[in-house]
Each structure stands twice: as C-alpha cells, then as structure tokens.
C-alpha cells in the first residue's frame, strides 16, 4: 500500500510552529497553550499510526448473465491490524448499475453519433467500514445487468486512514473477474427465407426438387423411381404411370453482418443496441432449425466467424458479439479484407446497419455486385436523433430522411430487401416486412 | 435513503465548522477595547472567509485559515496587557474542533456510505480530542504560572519544541510505499 499523508499535517504543524514562535516573542503562555493541542495532535497521531495489514479478495457469483439479471460481487477482507476506517470503491463499468444508481447506463446526448461502449470507465460505489484486528468481513455488492456487452469486473481501490486522518494508505487491484452480459433474445416465429438452400438436411423447403415433404410437381414415372411416388390419381387420369415430386427440407448459410462503425444512442437504446439484440435474437433462432450461421462484425474492428451450426456456434458467435463495440478509425474498410470462407456462396446475408458510414454502405453495395442473397435491415437513426429547433431543423430532418429513402431506393433497385425499421417497431414485424420485400425483389445476377 | 443523510453529514460538518470558526473570529473583536478593534473585525471577516472557504472545498485553504485566525487571537493578547487570558485553552479547541471538522466534511463524500460504527468511532475520536486540547490548553497556562528558570532557557526550550516538531512532521509524514 501506498502511504501519503494528509494536508492537514502541514496545516496544524506550521500553525503550532508560527504559534509557539509567536509566544516566544510575545513572552506570554497563551500562544503556547492554543498551539499545544495541534503539536500533540500531529505528533501523537504519527507516533502511532501503523501501515495497515490486509488481505482483499473479491469474486464474482458468475460469468455470464442476460440482461436485467444480477450479479453479485463478493468482497472479502482480513485484516491483521485495526483499520479505523477502510474506503472500498468498486469501479462499476457503464451498462452495470449498482446499489445506489452507480454506474448505469452511458449517458451521452441523443442522437450523438460515436457513442459510448461498453468497456469505458464507470461511475464506482463506494464504502467505508471499520475493521477489528484480525476481524474478516465480506461485503456484498448487487450489480443489476443494464446493457449487454463483455465487461471486466473486481476494479477495486482501497483507502485505509487512521484514527486521527493524519495518513492515509492507498491500495488498487484488479482483479479482471470477466462478465458478458448477453441481450435477452426475442422470440421469433418467422424469419427471412433464403432464395438458395445448402446440401444438408434442415428446416428450408428447398426450390429444388427430390425427396421431401412438400409437394412440388408430378412428372412421368422414370425406372427407379419408388412406387410409394406414384400419383394413382394422375395415373388413372392419363392411363400411363406419373409420379410425384417434392421440396426437399435443406439448411441454409446464413451471415449476420453487423455494422459497428456508428452508434447513434436515443433516449432508451442506441442503434447499436438494436444490432446486436437483433442479431443474436436471429442466429437464435437460426442455429435452433439447424441453419448455419456466421457473423461479421463490421467496423473499426472488422471481426467475423465462419458459419457454424449447433450449440457451440451459438455460444462462439454471442461471445463475438458482446465484444461488439464502436471503434473510431478513418480506415478505409471494404469486403476483401473479410477471409472468403467467411461468406458462402448461395448463403443469405442478413445486414444491420444504420447506414451511416459510407464505409458500411460501399460494402453492402459490393456485396449485391458479388451476387449474394442480401437483406438489409435499416436501423433508423432518425428516431434517436435529438430534435432541431429553429428554421432549418425540421427541413434538415426531412432532407436527410429522403437522402435515407434514396439509399434504400438504390439497394432494392440491385435486388437486396431494405426495410427501415425503428426503436417501436418489434423485430419479427420487421423479418415480415423483409419476406415480403424479398418476394416482390428479383435477385441480383449471381 | 443513505445519499441524503450522507449529504447531511456533509453540510452538517460544514456549518458547524463555520460555526466554530465565527466564534473564534468573533472572540477577540468582542474581548479587544477601540484601537484594535477595526484591526481584528477585518482579521476576523478574512478568517471567516478562508474558514468557509476551508469547509466547502480546498483543502490549501486549512492552513491560511487557521493561521488569520490564529493572528486575530494573537493581536487581541496585545490588547490584554500582563493578565493571562484565560480564554486560551478554548481558543486552542476551537482550533482543534474546526480542523477537524472541515477535515471531516471533506472526508464525507456523497458518494461513499459509511457504516454507522464508523461515524460513530469517527465523533468520539472528535469529542476525545477536544477535551483532551481543553485539559493540555489548560495545563500549559497553569505549567506558565511555575517558576522554571530564566528567559533564556525557556527561549531554548520553545525553539527546540518547534524546530523538533517540524522535523517529526517532516519525517513521518513522507509518501512512502509499504507492503
């Protein structure tokens, strides 16, 4: 621990100092007598201050947690010596609140883009207890899960002072304790249906035809066919054998990309928020009919996962997700700096973005050139933009939403679904919208 | 509601420390005769001031605030001519109590809960010190009153005191790093 002394040292040694010279040179007592008890009160106080003897261990109940859940940190103390007073304070990160409002979710001002992730330096909670030699105390402290993200817990710095606050003892750990705060995913019941299917069996009914469920077509009967395919009702009808064709169920390859160059923050969640609750909400729902999902994570940081299917992807790709954080580069990012197995051919490219880096856009542009099945999901910054007073603020608002209507224009003109989507808006009513987009779009020309 | 009584610990401390510190100021304007009196009542709203100053936030402030009204009481003794006052003990409390108490509003951070034994141990220590500064106050002025010696080696005796003092505080109250 690190010793430091109090100003209030200086303060009472030079007055007793200036006071007994004073009555020195006044020849009288009373001087003396005012500075005696701040000498005696310096000298007794360093005399018998002792450095303090402790032992600190703090440990979370967890590591993973869902946001609204809590968590709870456990902070133990031993301490050897008597500690008159022992400040603990414990560095809440942002997106974590603990008893008392500490911490809490990033404020920045709406509708600022570049906001705050998480990882950022938080508000702390802190305590002051008096310990017995030789006494152990645990201290519990309730941190309630605000935001998801992947954050470091057990931040701690102590101050220990001494009976009469004339030395103080300093002390910081961290002891990293890892915590990821996962989005609750939403229950969805349809999602965006890709135009191309895999080789392995899923839960997509395929445009091609052989051996499935759903009835597709019936044709003449070829040697080797099953006679459980015969149409008896086409056959009687025609006076020669005809079978039936079908759909076959396949997987998919699905790809989330996940644009983190911008994060707008509104008054209750930001865009980036929405991203990636979306986000893993949908490879939820994916993985869970035996689809293949990937991520990109598309920013600063431009981080991907190749898809994968069952339990174990889904943890990997939530892991890649809460690292998910805005990252401020003027690098110029674009598709050939992602791995090509990273993006399938034939695999549906489901993209969150609120197309305001022109980087994201370029990428998503060149996406549809390379021929990919492409859906683009339009997070509106519009609606956590603060609103503008004065002359020109609602025309530069109306302005910029028809600039947005234009991109879209131009994406659903190369054959990619856009649908703008905002905060009030639930995410499955979105996919809807998305479906029914991609059924009226033609492919672009792979 | 922990945050508002720690807010009220806070300003409590605060203006019992202005508190301590207008009646240590006021003392010797009230005890001096006319000649000095102009004198004192500016020392004394100049204490006052840098007292306020001390309790609400800077804590370079304690020093200079103690020193004015330190000064006042000092040039009220001119005032008094041979008679010892006997005010003197209390006046080295109050100092005491003022010190400590903006130390205190200073120590009591909104942000910081402290636990009850805490408080508690932290204002019986206040009320120890107190009295034990009106008891040495009070044994200095009597001590005062012995004969010891010539004005020599009493001069020797207050040199050595301070210059000693101000080695202790020197050494002991350097940063260093334990374990």
Same mark, same amino acid.
């Given at each position: 621990m690190t010793r430091r002394p109090a100003p209030k040292i200086a303060a009472y040694a030079g007055v007793a100092a200036v006071a007994l010279l004073a009555g020195l040179a006044l020849g009288r007592p009373e001087p003396v007598a005012v500075a005696a008890p701040l000498a005696v009160l310096v000298v007794a106080g360093l005399a018998a201050a002792r450095d303090p003897e402790l032992d600190v261990d703090a440990t979370a109940d967890r590591d993973r947690a869902i946001v609204g859940d809590e968590v709870t940190v456990e902070v133990r103390l031993r301490a050897h010596r008597a500690v008159d007073r022992l400040e603990l304070l414990l560095v809440v990160p942002p997106g974590l609140e603990g008893p008392g409002g500490a911490g809490g979710v990033p404020r920045?001002?709406?509708?600022?883009?570049?906001?705050?992730?998480?990882?950022?330096?938080?508000?702390?909670?802190?305590?002051a207890v008096t310990l017995a030699a030789g006494e152990e105390r645990t201290v519990t402290v309730t941190l309630a899960c605000r935001r998801w993200g992947a954050y470091r817990l057990g931040d701690l710095h102590l101050r220990a002072h001494d009976r009469f606050r004339l030395l103080c003892w300093e002390r910081h750990l961290d002891l990293q304790a890892p915590l990821k705060v996962f989005?609750?995913?939403?229950?969805?019941?349809?999602?965006?249906?890709?135009?191309?299917?895999?080789?392995?069996?899923?839960?997509?009914?395929?445009?091609?035809?052989?051996?499935?469920?759903?009835?597709?077509?019936?044709?003449?009967?070829?040697?080797?066919?099953?006679?459980?395919?015969?149409?008896?009702?086409?056959?009687?009808?025609?006076?020669?054998?005809?079978?039936?064709?079908?759909h076959p169920e396949r997987n998919t390859d699905v790809v989330l990309f996940v644009d983190s160059f911008l994060d707008v923050r509104g008054q209750?969640?930001?865009?980036?928020?929405?991203?990636?609750?979306?986000?893993?909400?949908?490879?939820?729902?994916?993985?869970?009919?035996?689809?293949?999902?990937?991520?990109?994570?598309?920013?600063?940081?431009?981080?991907?996962?190749?898809?994968?299917?069952?339990?174990?992807?889904?943890?990997?790709?939530?892991?890649?997700?809460?690292?998910?954080?805005?990252?401020?580069?003027?690098?110029?990012?674009?598709?050939?700096?992602?791995?090509?197995?990273?993006?399938?051919?034939?695999?549906?490219?489901?993209?969150?973005?609120?197309?305001?880096?022109?980087?994201?856009?370029?990428?998503?542009?060149?996406?549809?050139?390379?021929?990919?099945?492409?859906?683009?999901?339009?997070?509106?910054?519009?609606?956590?933009?603060?609103?503008?007073?004065?002359?020109?603020?609602?025309?530069?608002?109306?302005?910029?939403?028809?600039?947005?209507?234009?991109?879209?224009?131009?994406?659903?003109?190369?054959?990619?679904?856009?649908?703008?989507?905002?905060?009030?808006?639930?995410?499955?009513?979105?996919?809807?919208?998305?479906?029914?987009?991609?059924?009226?779009?033609?492919?672009?020309?792979? | 509601?922990?945050?508002?009584?720690? +807010?009220?610990?806070? /300003?409590?401390?605060? *203006? @019992?420390?202005? !508190?301590?510190? $207008?009646?240590?100021?006021?003392?010797?304007?009230?005890?001096?005769?006319?000649?000095?009196?102009?004198?004192?009542?500016?020392?004394?709203?100049?204490?006052l001031l840098l007292a306020a100053g001390a309790a609400w936030h800077p804590a370079a402030l304690l020093g200079p605030a103690l020193t004015v009204l330190l000064a006042g009481y000092t040039v009220a003794l001119l005032g008094l001519g041979g008679r010892v006052h006997a005010w003197a003990p209390v006046?080295? +409390?109050?100092?005491? /109590?003022?010190?400590? *108490? @903006?130390?205190? !509003?200073?120590? $009591?951070?909104?942000?910081?809960?402290?636990?009850?034994?805490?408080?508690?141990?932290?204002?019986?220590?206040?009320?120890?010190?107190?009295?034990?500064?009106?008891?040495?106050g009070a044994l200095v002025l009597l001590a005062a009153g012995l004969p010891a010696g010539g004005a020599l080696a009493r001069l020797a005796v207050g040199v050595l005191a301070a210059t000693a003092t101000l080695a202790l505080v020197a050494v002991a109250a350097r940063p260093t790093a334990t374990r």
């Open positions: 920045t001002p709406p509708g600022s883009p570049g906001g705050t992730g998480p990882g950022r330096s938080g508000r702390p909670w802190a305590l989005p609750e995913p939403e229950a969805l019941r349809a999602l965006v249906r890709p135009f191309e299917t895999q080789v392995f069996t899923g839960s997509q009914v395929s445009r091609h035809r052989g051996e499935g469920i759903e009835f597709a077509d019936i044709r003449p009967f070829l040697p080797g066919d099953r006679p459980r395919s015969v149409n008896w009702r086409a056959t009687a009808r025609r006076g020669e054998p005809w079978v039936n064709q079908r209750r969640e930001s865009t980036l928020d929405l991203a990636v609750g979306a986000a893993a909400s949908l490879a939820t729902a994916y993985l869970r009919q035996r689809d293949r999902v990937g991520l990109v994570g598309f920013g600063g940081f431009v981080q991907w996962l190749q898809p994968g299917s069952g339990q174990g992807a889904l943890y990997r790709l939530l892991d890649t997700l809460m690292e998910t954080q805005v990252f401020a580069t003027a690098a110029w990012k674009g598709i050939r700096h992602l791995p090509p197995r990273t993006l399938p051919p034939k695999a549906l490219i489901v993209a969150l973005s609120p197309l305001l880096d022109q980087r994201a856009v370029a990428a998503l542009f060149d996406l549809l050139a390379r021929g990919y099945d492409l859906a683009v999901v339009d997070i509106s910054p519009l609606t956590g933009a603060a609103a503008v007073d004065g002359e020109w603020g609602p025309l530069a608002m109306r302005l910029w939403a028809l600039q947005r209507e234009t991109l879209r224009h131009r994406y659903q003109r190369l054959g990619a679904a856009v649908v703008e989507w905002t905060a009030e808006v639930h995410l499955q009513q979105v996919l809807l919208e998305v479906e029914t987009c991609r059924r009226r779009a033609v492919p672009a020309p792979g | 509601m922990p945050a508002p009584r720690r +807010a009220r610990t806070r /300003l409590a401390c605060r *203006l @019992a420390a202005v !508190a301590v510190a $207008a009646a240590l100021a006021l003392l010797p304007v009230a005890q001096t005769g006319d000649p000095l009196r102009p004198l004192l009542a500016w020392l004394a709203g100049l204490g006046v080295g +409390a109050g100092l005491l /109590l003022f010190g400590e *108490l @903006a130390c205190w !509003a200073r120590e $009591a951070h909104p942000l910081v809960r402290d636990e009850p034994p805490a408080t508690k141990a932290r204002a019986a220590v206040l009320a120890a010190s107190v009295v034990t500064a009106l008891g040495l």
